[in-house]
């Protein structure tokens, strides 16, 4: 029983730290109809930048991210201009899109390789190893932390999409673009401005990576299968229904983990996001 | 008589290329040209879904490793007959048991058509991006499958020890090669004719708009399935001989994303729209590869490969047979006769307008 309770509060914190992973996802393929499955590429990227930092500077890991923000924004803005330019503006984004992000995944996953080979990385700060108990139940800081501020970054982007003028244009965008026309904003711009706000949160992600586990260029495709369940579970566009499914998925595979061994634990999310994709495409808080 | 021609012209290729790696005596030769041809079957395998029908696949890696460890299971099968056998039925599995690679490759092809069909029917209902997406999920799973299942080898990986001597060719590797090349020619055969007939017709409204296709009265849905079975069982094909090919097999090598990329990477920079295309991708980016991984690295090599796609699919979105298209298409004279390049795109079956 305490194993049980002990795993599905790892499974919660978990849950907190992959919603981060998933947000990005949630804003690109869910909002702006873009199939990045690139994503995961950026938050290694993320990972690593916070781990050179981190030894060279000493800095900590999520301080980095926050300080690499603006990049991660700028990034972002330019991959959507060469999206738009190529495929978008053309109407061929289906097909060539795809492998187009599916390419930019696999250089930026090579590239780390011969930059920083296969070993695993990791960084260091004051709160990794500790530990808080309570009676039975344990929660590490290494842990807790990356989910507070991600749980903490998606109240903030939840707050910007339904409050400011931006944030619904975003909500919009993907709706009707013609409407969006006739209230002054230029779709194209708006659309930017999402990509790369989903890139940016690619760096806080990668740097709550780090912090909670070693971290190797291939790592990232993992993820990829994690992140999409997620966002589709969640209901593609709803972050509300992206923290849901994301804490649902971070509990089923710490109770996988628990209980039948951590080598079983990636298949759980596969499984989910076949067993959703046939049963409920529309997710869980889908329209 | 072109399809005369093909066959012909095919099996001369064919046989020249057996020919010539023997004539040269150097056994690199062979291990080499096996993975180039190779990567000719997953190249066109995945372009029977991804450029026909404009379903990306990206988990060839799956298909191929189904393929390969369905070899895997059969080959510990046989080696231990006596184990795994009832007695009464020992005696007719020894029969048939160890089975040949050619039947092996019957059964892996059917193995990963299989898989192939169950994807398809979970997720082509939905729109294109969820096919892709289950696709990589299907990989992992697999995956995660293999590495726990013991009898195969579980993440340790498994010996396969081949034999040493085969009759007719003498060296096992060069059985391997001639099956290769056999294989190729089936799997180009099989694209091209699903290319000129009905089927392909279907394929191509499916890709230019499946809802008009649909209003139509195409079976899409049908026909996406039988696209992801044929597609899927080439994957499979091509990955049941590699077993005895690479002597040792772990999971991370069969589903190394190596796989994925080339067979997505292959047509794309060919050309995804007729059965040529993935042929020129996978002869260029396969011996390109062959040759930067013996010089540089495999790193390099798989590097390279990616740079290319992206430049491609950016730059060139038809492919290399739809830069030949062009240039000979530019060739036409204003008056409609006929100048030498559209002379030779008529040669080259590529006339002018033809997809």
Known sequence: MELLINAIIAGLLLGGFYAAVTVGVSISFGILDIVNIAHPAFIILGAYIAYIVNQTLGLDPILTAVIALPAFYALGAVVYQVYYQSFEKHGQDALRGLAFFFGLLFVTEVLLILVFGVDYRYVTASYIDQTLHFGFVDLPLRMLIPCAISLAMLAMLQLYLSRTFTGRAIMAVSQDQLALRLMAADPTKIKRIAFAISIATASLAGSFLIVIQPVEPSVGREYIGRVFAICVLGGLQSLPGTVIAAMLLGIVESITATFYGPSWAPAVAFGFLLLTLAFRPAGLLGR | ?355
Request: net charge positive.
């Open chain 2, 1 to 355: 008589m072109r399809t005369f021609f093909f066959y012909l012209g095919s099996i001369l290729v064919g046989a020249a290329l057996f020919a010539f790696a023997r004539w040269s005596g150097n056994d690199y030769l062979f291990f080499a040209g096996y993975t180039v041809l190779q990567f000719v079957v997953l190249a066109t395998a995945w372009n029977i879904l991804g450029g026909y029908c404009g379903y990306v696949n990206f988990g060839s890696a799956a298909f191929f490793a189904a393929g390969a460890y369905s070899t895997v299971a059969l080959h510990k099968l046989g080696a231990n007959v006596d184990r795994y056998f009832p007695q009464e039925l020992a005696g007719i599995a020894k029969l048939v048991m160890p089975l040949n690679v050619p039947t092996l490759i019957i059964i892996g092809g059917i193995v990963s058509g299989l898989i192939g069909l169950g994807t398809g029917y979970l997720t082509l209902r939905l729109r294109g991006a969820f096919f892709a997406i289950a696709t990589l999920a299907l990989a992992v799973v697999l995956q995660t499958l293999i590495v726990n299942w013991d009898f195969v080898g579980g993440s340790r990986g498994a010996y396969i020890i081949r034999p040493s001597e085969v009759p007719i060719f003498g060296n096992y590797i060069q059985y391997l090669f001639a099956i290769m090349i056999v294989l190729s020619i089936v799997a180009l055969a099989a694209a091209r004719t699903i290319e000129r007939s009905r089927l392909g017709y279907g394929f191509a409204t499916i890709r230019d708009d499946e809802l008009a296709a649909e209003a139509c009265g195409v079976p899409t849905l049908k026909l996406k399935l039988v696209a992801t079975t044929i597609s899927g069982a080439l994957m499979g094909m091509a990955g049941a001989p590699f077993p005895y090919y690479i002597g040792y097999l772990e999971p991370g090598s069969a589903f190394g994303l190596a796989y994925a990329v080339n067979s997505i990477a292959m047509p794309m920079i060919g050309g995804t729209t007729s059965w040529v295309g993935p042929l020129i991708g996978a002869l260029l980016l396969g011996i390109a590869q062959q040759y930067i991984i013996v010089t540089i690295s495999s790193a390099v090599g798989v590097l390279v490969v990616g740079l290319m796609l992206i430049i491609f699919v950016i730059g060139a979105p038809k492919g290399i047979v739809g830069l030949v298209q062009d240039f000979m298409r530019a060739g036409a004279k204003a008056d409609g006769t006929p100048s030498w390049r559209s002379r030779l795109a008529i040669f080259a079956n590529m006339r002018p307008g033809a997809r």
